[in-house]
Structure formats: C-alpha cells, structure tokens
C-alpha cells in the first residue's frame, strides 16, 4: 500500500500541494483529479522521489519509502521517459534491465508488449516516427517493464482513441489484479469514473474530495426532476424545496431533504398526472465542478 501523508510542497510564494493525504491500497486503481495547475504532477514527483516534500512523507507498506522501493516503482512522468530519436524496442530493453531484467528478459517481454499492442512492425523504429498514441503506448509499456510493485502514471491516457484506451486499461487491470496499487492522473472524467475503485479530487493544492464514484454521488446535494402531464411551476410554492429549473411539464429541484422530496411527491400526486419522478444522479463531471468551485 501506498500513503501520502500531509505531503506539502512549495515553489517560493506558491503552495502547489498543501498538506495532501490519501491511500493508495493493494489492488486498487486510484484517479487522481483536479484542473490545471492543481499540483497532481508534482504530488507524484514526490511520491517517485523526483522532488522532495516541503514538509509531510510518503510510506510504502507502512513504513517510509526508501530509493529501493522506489527503483521498482514503474512510472510514466509527465515529460515522458523515453528518448523520441532512439528506436523503440533497444530502449525499451534498456529500460528492462534497469530494473533489475536480463537482457535477453528484457528483450522478449517488450517485444511481447509491442507486439500485444500493434506495435510488432515499429519495433527498429525510432520512437518519433509513430504517431502520438502509439508513443503513448510505447510509454506506458516502459512503465510496466520489470514487474512494477507499485504503477504512478501522469495523464496515461491523453491522446489515446477509444481502442487504445481500452487496452491501457486492460493492462492496469492486470496489474491490479496481481495487486499492484495503480495512481493515474487524468482529464478524463468519465473514464476514470469506469476505471476507478476510488478518486482523488484536487484543487489548488488540496483534496477537496476522496472516495468511491458511489461515495461522492452520495454526498452530492439531493435532485429529483419532476415531470407531470401539466405545468410544475406550483413547485415554487413548496417548502423547503429549492427550484433548479422549471421548463413546462417538467421541473428540477433541489429539496432540502428526502421527507421534503416525500412531500413533493405526494403533493403532486394529489394534483394528477404525474409522470417521473426520478432523484438526479450527477456525473463526476459535475461533482468534479461542484467540490471545485468550493
Ligand atoms: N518548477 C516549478 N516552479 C514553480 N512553480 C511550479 C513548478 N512546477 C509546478 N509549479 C506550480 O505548482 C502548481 C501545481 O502544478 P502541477 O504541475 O503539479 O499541477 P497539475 O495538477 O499537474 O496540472 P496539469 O493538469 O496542468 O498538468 C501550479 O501552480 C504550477 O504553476
């Protein structure tokens, strides 16, 4: 398991990452979130030790994470790691036998890799001549050469079709499946909603929300949209409930709890004609827009 701990860093004046704790457990797919400039690239060079906390600590199976542990963490940084005028699969071997593989190891499981993704034909290709997803690909292979113990990913899946996607996932999936704690940044809201056991949001700086995707629609506010064969707009009249929207035969509200919502419910039953009455479930978009306005 991985743990940050009131992980703080600053740049002169700028708090980048302010007091930033949360779990990374065996097993799990953790999103990491959170709008430009909100500090995700550097929370994760510090947890691979590319920069050091101003104050706060990273432990790795419950104690503090030593330049061991760390060499057989697999990470894809933000500025990417392989060199874009080398080929592929002579830098990726290398890459292998950094961590620890033969040689001949090392070799055959990236051309498996390559090859697992399309890439067999590139592999004495240099790295610049793919097209970007296929870089992309070739990255995150580098990052899961030598059987990573943990995997710290920055935005793996900008730039990548549908297809791609697919497969990145697949292959985090199998490295969770071993039990390897898995945190990836992204833009990608809905796609790490699909992917994640849990989510981490964070806004300048801070962890503005934590949990499962289930978690964070539960402590969303209350909505239900109302919809009736007439006008909805005796809504406005009701206690208690706050009206989102009213367009004619249907109305969103806000009630301010689910016996005010109960209340609603039966008002307009007695009124006829009722046709939805359905509780809103937001996106993570939405979510994500919410906690970050705080
Ligand atoms: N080397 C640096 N020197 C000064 N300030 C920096 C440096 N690196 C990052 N910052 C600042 O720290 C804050 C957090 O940046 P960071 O790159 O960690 O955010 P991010 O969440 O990864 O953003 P993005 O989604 O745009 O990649 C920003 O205000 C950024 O300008």
Known sequence: MLELRGLTRRYGDV??????????????????????????????????????PSAGEVLW?????????????????????????QPVLPQLTYLGQLHGMSAPAARERSRDLLERFGLGERVKDKLETLSLGNQQRAQIIASVLGDPTLLVLDEPFSGLDPSAVDQMSELL??????????????HQLELVDRLCDSIVVLHQG??????????????????????????????RGVPGVEVLDVDGPTAVVAPAD???????????????????FARVVPTLSEIYREVASV
């Open 173 to 186: 999936r199998e490295h969770t499946a071993r039990g390897v704690p898995v945190l990836f940044s992204s």
């Open 206 to 235: 801070r962890v503005v929300a934590h949990g499962s995707a289930e978690q964070l629609r539960a402590g969303a506010p209350l909505r239900y949209r109302l919809t009736m064969a007439g006008d909805t707009g005796w809504v």
């Open 15 to 52: 708090l980048a990452v302010d007091e930033v704790s949360f779990t990374v457990p065996r097993g799990a797919m953790v999103g990491f979130v959170g709008g430009n400039g909100a500090g995700k690239t550097t929370t994760m060079r510090m947890v691979m030790g590319v920069l050091a």
């Open 61 to 85: 199976q419950g104690r503090p994470v030593t330049a061991g542990d760390r060499a057989r963490f697999g990470y894809m940084p933000e500025e990417r790691g392989l060199y874009p005028k």
């Open 258 to 276: 689910e016996q005010v919502a109960e209340r609603l419910l039966v008002d307009a039953v007695a009124r006829g004609g009722v046709r939805e």
